[in-house]
């Protein structure tokens, strides 16, 4: 089972968490000024990192709080986590 | 010990320096494909480049499943025309690919999943696709070995009904079709993976670099599954995907019990018995992105007590092997199929746990796009444009689970 770390309850299996998909996605704008192929990539172009993926998640089996961390997407590993709102830590090396 | 062994079905080919067409991945879309541009558009100078083993990816690992309820019409008319292929598959490549059209009962527990099911009914039926809507009792009629407690966790409550579903012998379709289209000249070429895509200075596709040497072409079909995303890169574009990873299971063999297909839409599992006996099984997908291939346990627990629930008999039986597969999501969950950004490399990837039911169909079409350098009229709608014009063809609700 996949362990996560909840940055106030430690660490806990993956079933108490709920994935929040990539993180550090920036919604471009304003939005007069956005080309429709700068949106579409917003919209439509996923993270989808073969390595480290910055990651939100949130513990709703536990203490409900939203953190970002990074998630190695072939080993599984995971970072520290840092709260939502928080400067993220920086990318783990490979 | 028994005359003479079989030979070999195909020949083990030897990368020649220039192709026609390279087809990038060995699996059903890439070999059904090869056979219909031999076939259908006498394109004979054709390799087939797989990183493994041929079948070796999703076409091995998929649940075998092969269905056509699908809401919109795009949709219900492409993945019908796959059903009708497959029907005749057998003859077609003088291959007994074992289609058994043993229909597919979705079984839901609760009115309001009634309403959705029913409206896919209703839209299957308006695309001239064979649907029922049963009731409590018929359901059970159909499949009595489903649990008939009224008190259950998920109480069965009706179904729909595809009696034209099925499930086939994946292997065997991999196999006929590299058979037949080695039979025509095809060159099927494996452990041979693709480390750079070249262009030429009008930007078309001019070659790739292999493991096992340079290739000139000026067409290249990017059909590898989860390994589609980085080909593209290598070509200079992006495809919106994401990947996940889906599980199956299989048991220790049983005698008859489970004559179709079936599915809940409370759970999200399904089940089929394969000729063998075992029971053949999945549920959804592990809900994060990753590249692992193996499953999580998360998962794995919810698909076997889905199971369990759903039919109760089989809380006892061991199961045989658990496997999994990367499968690339799109926005939509719908594939994308066609030309792409750049000239002379085609598309056919991101079937998300799709795939293998469409690949009579992704071959005949995609090798009519590739030859024509157009696309066929069935997948037009699937093309990557839809994701710069926002006209998706948003399935992920109405073809139910992992389709």
Known sequence: MMQLRCPYCGERDETEFRFGGPAAIIRPGPPEQVSDEAWADFLYQMNNEAGWQAERWCHVGGCGSWFHIWRHTLTHDVSQPTLVGRPMAERPVE | ?403
């Open chain 2, 1 to 403: 010990m028994f005359g003479t062994p079989w030979g070999r079905a195909w020949r083990k080919a030897e990368p020649k320096s220039h192709y026609d067409v390279v087809i990038i991945g060995g699996g059903g879309h890439g070999l059904a494909t090869a056979f219909h541009l031999a076939r259908d558009h006498g394109v004979r100078n054709i390799a087939v480049i797989e990183k493994g083993w041929l079948g070796g990816g999703n076409t091995g690992r998929n649940t075998t499943v092969v269905r056509s309820d699908y809401y919109y019409t795009t949709s219900s008319r492409f993945f019908d025309r796959s059903v009708k292929l497959y029907e005749t598959l057998s003859k077609t490549l003088n291959f007994n690919i074992m289609f058994s059209q043993r229909g597919i009962l979705n079984v839901f527990h609760h009115r309001d999943d009634r309403a959705g099911w029913l409206r896919l009914v209703n839209a299957m039926q308006l695309n001239g696709v064979n649907a029922e809507l049963l009731d409590r009792e018929q359901t059970l009629a159909y499949c009595p070995i489903l649990n008939a407690d009224p008190n259950a966790r998920f109480p069965i409550q009706g179904a729909f009904l595809q009696e034209e579903g099925g499930t086939v012998r994946h292997d065997a379709v991999a196999w006929g079709y590299a058979r037949a289209a080695d039979a025509m000249g095809v060159d099927i070429i494996e452990e041979c993976e693709v480390r750079a895509i070249s262009r030429s200075a009008n930007g078309n596709i001019s070659g790739l670099t292999t493991t096992r040497g340079d290739i000139s072409t000026g067409k290249v079909a990017v059909m590898a599954a989860s390994g589609s995303d980085r080909l593209c890169e290598m070509a200079g574009f992006r495809l919106p995907v994401s990947h996940l990873t889906l599980q199956a299971f299989v048991s220790e063999p049983l005698k008859p019990v489970l004559d179709c297909v079936v599915a809940s839409s409370g759970t999200g599992v399904y089940l089929s018995q394969s000729d063998k006996g075992g029971i053949v099984a999945g549920g959804s997908t592990d809900v994060f992105t990753s590249f692992a291939r193996r499953g999580n346990f998360g998962t794995m627990e919810s698909v076997l007590s889905g199971i369990v629930d759903f039919i109760p008999q089989f809380s006892r039986l061991k199961l045989l092997r658990q496997w999994s597969g990367t499968v690339d999501y799109t926005y939509d969950s719908s594939p994308i199929m066609g030309l792409s950004p750049v000239p002379g490399l085609y598309l056919n990837c991101c079937w998300g746990g799709g795939g293998f039911k469409a690949i009579p169909a992704g071959g005949e079409t995609m090798a009519a796009t590739i030859a024509n350098d157009a696309p066929h009229s069935l997948i037009e709608a699937f093309s990557i444009d839809r994701f710069r014009t926002g006209a998706l063809v948003d399935e992920a609700a109405a073809a139910g689970i992992e389709h």
